[in-house]
Structure formats: structure tokens, C-alpha cells
Nanobody, 111 residues
Framework: QVQLVESGGGLVQAGGSLRLSCAAS????????MGWYRQAPGKQRELVAA???????NYADSVKGRFTISRDNAKNTVYLQMNSLKPEDTAVYYC?????WGKGTLVTVSS
């Protein structure tokens, strides 16, 4: 059974950085697209960043220039480097790979 396990969330001050990781287990299949969504309290889940197997990336306008997504196909792992964090980045961040979802990791940015 495919599982996606996120790590790296936590509490950080505004202007700080965090790096999220998401490791897939239960399959040797290389996912076509992997990425990160987030959901803040009272808001809908939104796409943060995505990367396909060829390395092409897509970012939400709100994180462009601050966040960087990358992946290690050999490890079936996707990363999200988050810099210059803002309080509005506070949310549960979910890893996503094709049709699979992780359980989420909480990122809290204090002002």
C-alpha cells in the first residue's frame, strides 16, 4: 500500500525557513507529479507547488521567489524549501503524488 509521510513542519518566526520532506513507500513506481498543498484554518486547500518527473515546476503566486520544490526520483521523495516565511503561510501542508495524499504536517509562522 502506498504511503506518503511528511516531516519537517514546526514553529518558526516570520522571516525564518523550514524544509519539508515527503517520502513515499510501498511502491517502486515513479510518480508523474508530486507536490504540496496547504490548508489554513477556515480556508480551502490550495496548491503550493508541484513538480513533474521531468523537473518542471509550478508555484502559487503567493510563494513564488520564496519556496522551492525539488524531488529525488531514486528515493521517491519530494521536498519543499520554504524561506522568508510569513504568518500567512501558517497551515497544514499536505504532500501529494498523483492520486495519493499524506496526512499533513503543521507549519506555524509567528509574527
Amino acid at each position: 500500500q502506498v504511503q506518503l509521510v511528511e516531516s519537517g513542519g514546526g514553529l518558526v518566526q516570520a522571516g525564518g525557513s523550514l524544509r519539508l520532506s515527503c517520502a513515499a513507500s510501498g511502491t517502486f513506481f515513479r510518480f508523474n507529479t508530486m507536490g504540496w498543498y496547504r490548508q489554513a484554518p477556515g480556508k480551502q486547500r490550495e496548491l503550493v507547488a508541484a513538480i513533474n518527473s521531468g523537473g518542471s515546476t509550478n508555484y502559487a503566486d503567493s510563494v513564488k521567489g520564496r519556496f522551492t520544490i525539488s524531488r529525488d526520483n531514486a528515493k521517491n521523495t519530494v521536498y519543499l524549501q520554504m524561506n522568508s516565511l510569513k504568518p500567512e503561510d501558517t497551515a497544514v501542508y499536505y504532500c501529494w503524488a498523483d492520486t495519493y495524499w499524506g496526512k499533513g504536517t503543521l507549519v506555524t509562522v509567528s509574527s
